[in-house]
């Protein structure tokens, strides 16, 4: 963990100027809301260090955004997103010298927390809350060229529909049992939920399939995260004159297309991780030759050298952090 967190609490639901601050033990109140009624979100996004030694924030803005709409989702005070990129920017210049060389990179995690001290409000929402962003030093969550084992679950949604684009932390909480039989059971990295077969996210990452010259990815509907990779993936794919289909994919169709495809989870952890094993039932399927396809990579590094500053950023992704913020 980098030493440095940034800090802001609601007073009468408006937040206070934030502070920075030793990382260290938070006060709340063993009532907190956010720690009994699950009144609680997060977000999950990196400063990269480019060849130019410019740290730079991937798309800060995007994620402020939906930080602001998981609040809003969980009927917590809704922070501005400027004011949140603002404070991203703060604890990354207090954090500099903790940015790691690529493949590495400063995760970091704000986190959203319902305080009102009052275990009666179980129907009721959190007047008060507190915001604080952590910053971690972080290495390549998957290697660029190691293709990853997933289980297919047909029967079970990683969440509720309508929470599924608010980050919540419940959201994940209900996903750890699948996913963990999984591991046991199935010797599988991930779980890709596809309830009632249609084809939704992974446990920590949206799910992409090139086949055919395509990429075909559920469309956004609510019932998942949109992802902020996604989103650069399906852009930069269609700059470099790739075909983009945003449709329902069904586990019948995925697993039809595996021989001569590629596969990939896409998050800010996972960047884009290689998928070479689907498990569904008791078959395992294997996708393409079994590793990371060259489809794939070429996604990978058209992603990272736009993180680092290494090809052009037509979008405004990227923020250049001053040493003083
Ligand atoms: C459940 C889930 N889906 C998708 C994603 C990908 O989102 P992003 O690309 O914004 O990191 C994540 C990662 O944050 C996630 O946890």
Partial sequence: MAGTMA?????????????????????LHPAAHGLHYGSACFEGLKAHRGEDGTVRLFRARDHAQRLAGSAAGLCLPVPDPEWITEMLHAVVAANL??????????????TLLGTDPNIGAATHPSREA???????????????DRPLTVAVETDLPRTTPQFGGVKAGGNYAMA????????????????????????QEA????????SDGALITPPLDGTFLAGITRDSVLTLARDLGDQ????????????????????ALVGTAAVLAGVGTLVYGDQRVRVGDGGVGP???????????????????????TEPVAPGG
Avoid: C, M
Avoid at 300 to 317: I, K, N, S, T
């Fill in 97 to 110: 010298d903790e940015v790691p060389d690529p493949p590495g990179a400063l995760y970091l995690r704000p």
């Fill in 130 to 144: 507190l915001l604080y962003v952590l910053a971690s030093p972080v290495g390549d969550y998957v290697a660029a």
């Fill in 203 to 210: 446990g920590p990452a949206n799910f992409l399939l090139i």
């Fill in 244 to 263: 983009v289909e945003e449709r329902p994919l069904l586990v019948d169709e995925l697993l039809d297309r595996s021989a001569t495809a590629e596969a």
């Fill in 295 to 317: 489809r794939t990579q070429r996604l990978r590094e058209a992603l990272v050298a736009v993180q680092r500053g290494v090809a052009p950023d037509h979008w405004g992704w």
């Fill in 7 to 27: 800090t802001s609490r609601t007073n009468d639901g408006s937040f206070a100027p934030f502070e920075l601050e030793p990382v260290g033990p938070l006060s």
């Fill in 176 to 199: 750890l049992g699948p996913t963990e039989r999984a591991r046991r059971e199935l010797s599988a990295h991930q779980l890709l939920f596809a309830p009632k077969g249609f084809v």
